[in-house]
């Protein structure tokens, strides 16, 4: 059961600690059971890791945005927001259950966002942003299966959201 | 299990002379058995093994070899675990004529097939003691369809399907008079009928219908296996109580040497039943199915049935002696054997197809029963297994040209050869065994590595648990000359008889989550914007979302006692393997657990004024704890508005 869940959130509380010390233990998912296709997929993507490190991890290694902002591309990022992600990030800055998005677009890469978003299990056991912000939250933030469209629009919202034009 | 024991009397004395070949438990296992068997955790098992529940009513999964439990699958009977049958999405399922039955006495299962082949989509799975025939999808492990059977009781000799699955049978044991009319028992011979459902399956959608069912004299019909290949068109039933006995059945069904094989033409059925030569009759029976896109069951009452008599069909229906009660009627790969047990016989006769073929065209009948020709048992038969061992039940292959018969009185397995009749092997089983199982080893491509036996006594076997001991299975490794017994593992229920396919077969199908967005159920809420709750005269309606760590709205007021409270909760995750649960405090119904992207709803009607706290009952992440809320119930006709929300305080509302 997904028991797994919550231990690996326990665990990479403390695991976390251990790793930063450069011990070599490895990050806690590979430690995870290889049943889950969903966790292990992102390995074969993590090949076109952007070597930029603070691009993250995963498949996209170069984001072309767009200037000025693709309409289209908002309002459907709105509507993905608003089913998968609303219920645990508000657009002003508070944190709910995850950060709150104001700003985020300048906090972050739009790579590291694409990526997060998209390959978001690797990410949290791997990438030092992410890790730090588990360590805040103490929630693992849950993979919703975006696509890759639908995170290019929810990037595109964010960015409307940070007052892009 | 129950009604075998009743023979142990009759051949008690010979079962005691048999029992001192038993070996004790403590070398059952032996040698390199437990490497045999282990698979390492995030090792996968390489077969499914689905296992009857007997009377629990559902559905076991296990792991093979390891013989690790993975998941009880609710078909018939209502599962507090998961809100089968408790939730409003899914009563409709165990609807049936006589109301709402939340229990059933689950014997066999069957893999769908194609070419005779195994193809992993759909196991079929019957109820006996309210006759119905389920479908559960293997992608999601969920029972998709219920088909109720009119005209029918004690739904034993199902759900066997056909080569191409163009079929599922339900064939009755305990014969009853079609229709409701009022009859004394005694009037058996007259009144009484034994049915054999022929349940056609959409090639597409796996959809049930009751295409038509033959009207048997009154006897029991036992169990039943599909011919194959050169006997495609063929069905074969095993019987017993051809006496036509309906009281104290264990002396009065024992009488005669022979009980009969039936075999049915459904070929021939299906183009009688197309040309108009059955007879239509009321007969109301529910069909319950379940849409995956609004995730919702409907139940609808059918009203008629085709009837077919062999009287008006003929070559339709032929009787083959065989010895004394058989139970398994078991055909080989080739399609060419028919292996009949005959349970009160000391021997195993072995029907050939081709003979049968012939005994036809020839006329080599020795009578008929209640119309139907009788073929003679010579001129059907292949040969017999002399001496095989005692009470020999059912029959699987091995795609070796082997055949293992269990035998039940002396609780062993015995391997045999089809070639020559020959015994080539015998291993003791601990003890009572049941039913057999060879992964398609009722298929025309049996693997055959492993034989599973399931016991109906255990005695010695595992730690005691009070009067009654756990049912148990015993995993032997056949690929060589010799039975190695490998594992030996408690189940669930009295597993009767069980179906495994290769992992691989299934394996990458299975369903990880739903996508939220093809969520058509009617009260979803899409995304926790949505989420609200409406009130219409004393029902009151909470379109209720669920993520990791919290419930939207949380706080639910101006809810009154004696509401009809909805919970329609929507799980907004889109991740394998994160449920979440929904139980509030006093509720008699149970809980629910809602897979990723779906809806399901649980009612609550409150019968007092109070706080009711709700929660999520699945460990979902380190704040699972704190997944909860309050819904505050005022008395009838209180002032108290509604108002519902989350993350809001006193102190944020004062602020506004
Ligand atoms: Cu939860």
Redesign the pocket.
């Known amino acids: 059961m997904k028991k797994q869940a919550m231990f690996l959130t326990a665990i990479a509380a403390v695991a976390l600690l251990v790793y930063s010390c450069g011990s070599g233990t490895p990050p806690p998912a590979a430690d995870a059971p290889a049943a889950d296709s969903s966790m292990t997929a992102p390995a074969q993507a993590s090949s076109q890791t952007p070597t930029d490190e603070t691009k993250g991890m995963g498949k996209f290694a170069e984001v072309k945005l767009t200037d000025p902002l693709d309409q289209t591309m908002v309002t459907s990022g709105k509507s993905t927001y608003e089913v998968k992600c609303a219920a645990c990030h508000k657009l002003s800055g508070e944190k709910l259950v995850g950060p709150g998005w104001k700003g985020v677009t300048e906090r972050r890469k739009p790579e590291w966002i694409m990526n997060f978003v998209t390959n978001t299990d690797e990410m949290i056991d791997k990438d030092p942003a992410a890790q730090a912000m588990l360590q805040e939250c103490m929630v693992r933030m849950p993979n919703q299966h975006l696509t890759d469209d639908e995170a290019r629009h929810l990037l595109e919202y964010m960015r409307a959201n940070d007052g892009k034009k | 299990m129950k009604r075998l024991s009743l023979m142990l009397g009759l051949v008690a004395a010979t079962a005691a002379m048999q029992s001192c070949k038993m070996k004790t438990a403590a070398t059952a296992v032996q040698g390199d058995a437990a490497s045999k068997t282990y698979v390492a955790p995030g090792k996968y098992d390489e077969y499914y093994n689905f296992v009857s529940g007997g009377f629990n009513g559902q559905v076991s999964v296990y792991g093979l070899p390891s013989g690790r439990l993975l998941k009880v699958i609710p078909v018939f009977s209502v599962f507090p675990e998961n809100g089968y049958g408790y939730s409003e999405e899914t009563k409709a399922m165990l609807n049936t004529t006589n109301g709402s039955i939340p229990w059933d006495d689950q014997h066999h299962l069957d893999l769908s097939q194609t070419n005779g082949e195994q193809d992993g989509r759909w196991l079929f799975a019957n109820a006996n003691n309210t006759p119905r025939i389920a479908r559960i999808d293997l992608t999601t492990f969920k029972t998709m369809e219920i088909l109720q059977i009119p005209n029918s009781a004690g739904n034993h000799s199902s759900p066997f399907i056909t080569e191409n699955t163009e079929y599922v049978v339900a064939g009755t044991r305990f014969s009853v008079p079609l229709g409701s009319e009022d009859v004394p028992i005694s009037s058996f011979k007259e009144n009484f009928h034994s049915t054999a459902s022929f349940i056609s399956v959409d090639k597409n959608s796996g959809k049930m219908d009751i295409a038509f069912q033959i009207v048997l004299p009154g006897m029991n019909l036992d169990l039943s296996h599909a011919g194959k290949g050169p006997s495609h068109d063929w069905f074969f039933f095993s019987s017993y109580n051809t006496e036509q006995a309906y009281t104290l059945l264990e002396v009065n069904a024992s009488q005669k040497d022979k009980d009969y094989i039936v075999a049915v033409n459904w070929k021939k059925a299906e183009e009688y039943a197309k040309a108009g030569k059955g007879k239509k009759v009321s007969a109301p029976y529910a069909h319950n199915t379940y849409d995956e896109h609004t995730q919702t069951a409907t139940s609808v009452i059918e009203n008629e049935v085709l009837l077919l008599d062999p009287k008006d069909c003929p070559d339709m229906v032929y009787m083959i002696p065989c010895p004394k009660s058989p139970h398994g009627c078991d055909i080989d790969p080739s399609g060419e054997y028919i292996v009949g047990s005959g349970k009160l016989a000391a021997l195993i006769p072995v029907f050939s197809f081709s003979k049968i073929t012939k005994a036809i065209g020839d006329k080599q009948f020795e009578g008929d029963f209640k119309g139907i020709p009788i073929l003679k048992y010579e001129s059907a038969l292949y040969g017999e297994v002399q001496k095989p061992g005692l009470g020999p039940l059912h029959t699987e292959f091995d795609g070796r040209g082997n055949a293992y018969t269990s035998m039940f009185l002396s609780s062993e397995v015995v391997k045999w050869s089809l070639k020559d009749l020959k015994v080539l092997d015998r291993a003791p089983t601990y003890y009572s065994v049941g039913h057999l199982m060879i992964p398609g080893g009722d298929t025309k491509k049996p693997a055959g590595k492993y034989l599973v036996a399931y016991n109906k006594i255990t005695k010695d076997r595992f730690l005691p648990t009070g009067p009654e001991l756990a049912q148990s299975a015993q995993l032997y490794d056949i690929s060589g000359d010799k039975m190695q017994l490998v594992l030996d593992y408690p189940t669930f229920g009295e597993p009767h008889y069980a179906q495994a396919c290769a992992a691989s077969l299934i394996k990458d199908k299975q369903v990880k989550f739903f996508d939220i967005n093809k969520n058509k159920h009617s009260y979803v809420a899409m995304g926790e914007k949505n989420a609200k709750v409406v009130r219409q005269g004393n029902r009151v309606d909470v379109y209720m979302t669920?993520i990791?760590?919290h419930l939207t709205p949380d706080n639910i007021e101006g809810v009154y006692v004696g509401d009809e409270v909805y919970f329609h909760v929507t799980n907004l995750e889109q991740d394998w393997d994160i449920p979440?649960?929904f139980a509030i405090k006093n509720n008699p119904n149970a809980e629910l657990l809602i897979m990723p992207g779906e809806t399901v709803t649980l009612k609550f009607v409150p019968e007092k004024q109070g706080i009711y706290p709700f929660y999520?009952t699945?460990?979902?992440?380190a704040l699972?704890q704190e997944?909860s809320g309050y819904l505050r119930v005022s008395p009838k006709g209180a002032n108290v508005p509604l108002k519902f929300g989350t993350g809001e305080t006193a102190e944020t509302v004062a602020a506004k």
């Open positions: 669920a990791r760590s979440h649960g999520c699945d460990f979902c992440s699972h997944m």
